[in-house]
């Protein structure tokens, strides 16, 4: 079972490496761009501090390195881009309107996989099998 968690650590934590280099580091001028369209001050800052954080939260769910933490801190990251980002409710065109609520959308999903990602580690501790380090929280469910 620990290689089937292993899988579902490693699919839920690609996106975030994903975004992570190729978005936040790679084309930091267009998301920076994209961001300070979206109202978030000090884009260019803010994309490359958010770039190196959800790259690292990804590894650490991907190698269990304190992957309960890693865990939480992609949830604050989606949580926080879904709503100051991706407010689709403040956009007037139609077709804008759609794409943002589908990104919202999906960092809320992301966020509630994190969740449940976090629960799990600690609930189970090293029980989730394949990782580096043991999980900092001790949940008794």
């Known amino acids: 079972m620990g290689v089937v968690i292993l899988i579902g650590r490693i699919l839920y934590a690609l996106i975030f490496i994903g975004s992570g280099t190729a978005?936040?580091?790679?084309?930091?001028?267009?998301?920076?761009?994209?961001?300070?369209?979206?109202?978030?001050?000090?884009s260019?800052?803010?994309?490359?501090?958010?770039?190196v954080l959800i790259f690292a939260g990804g590894l650490g769910v991907i190698l269990g390195i304190w992957a309960d933490l890693a865990a939480l801190g992609l949830v604050a990251y989606s949580?926080?881009?879904?709503?100051?980002?991706?407010?689709?409710?403040?956009d007037e065109d139609p077709m804008t309107q759609q794409v943002e609520m589908s990104?919202?959308?999906?960092?809320?999903?992301?966020?509630?996989?994190?969740?449940?990602?976090?629960?799990?580690l600690a609930a189970t501790g090293d029980g989730a099998g394949l990782m580096i380090t043991d999980p900092l929280f001790d949940l008794d469910f």
């Open 44 to 51: 260019k800052l803010l994309t490359q501090l958010s770039g």
């Open 79 to 90: 949580l926080l881009a879904a709503f100051m980002v991706h407010h689709f409710w403040t």
């Open 103 to 120: 990104m919202f959308m999906k960092n809320l999903s992301m966020a509630g996989g994190g969740l449940i990602l976090f629960g799990f």
């Open 23 to 42: 978005g936040h580091l790679m084309q930091t001028e267009g998301t920076a761009g994209y961001a300070e369209s979206r109202g978030i001050p000090s």
